[in-house]
């Protein structure tokens, strides 16, 4: 069975910035569109943004809430997706996952993707 791992979460102040990966064991990445989730404390879990595979372009959508602020990048060799965040706020905090979806394209729909990780805490002290 394959695995995502997310790493890269932490604790950081309002307007600082972290990036996190998610990387894979066991599954070839180049074959799934990735997205990230997250949920934060009391809420329904919350799409952050999507990449599709890099053979449809790799292209990128996002989450209104994030949308300028954050990027999402992979890069297959390394079997790894990346979130770059930047210009955190309080509201962002959450713990963060990473999603696959054997898709060329991903969606904001999290019942979409097939895998998932264990998820990342990120929080944002003001």
């Known amino acids: 069975q394959g695995q995502l791992v997310e790493s890269g979460g932490g604790l950081v102040q309002d307007g600082g910035s972290l990036r996190l990966s998610c990387a894979a064991s066991?599954?070839?990445?180049?074959?799934?569109?990735m997205g990230w989730f997250r949920r934060a404390p009391g809420k329904e879990r919350e799409f952050v943004g999507t990449?599709?595979?890099?053979?449809?372009?790799?292209?990128?959508y996002y989450a209104d809430s994030v949308k300028g602020r954050f990027t999402i990048s992979r890069d297959d060799a390394k079997n790894t997706v990346y979130l770059q965040m930047n210009s955190l706020k309080p509201e962002d905090t959450a713990v963060y996952y990473c999603?696959?979806?054997?898709?060329?394209?991903?969606?904001?729909?999290?019942?979409?993707?097939?895998?998932w990780g264990q998820g990342t805490q990120v929080t944002v002290s003001s």
């Open positions: 999603a696959a979806k054997t898709s060329s394209r991903g969606g904001s729909s999290w019942y979409d993707y097939d895998y």
């Open positions: 066991g599954r070839t990445l180049s074959s799934y569109a």
């Open positions: 990449i599709s595979r890099s053979g449809g372009g790799g292209s990128t």
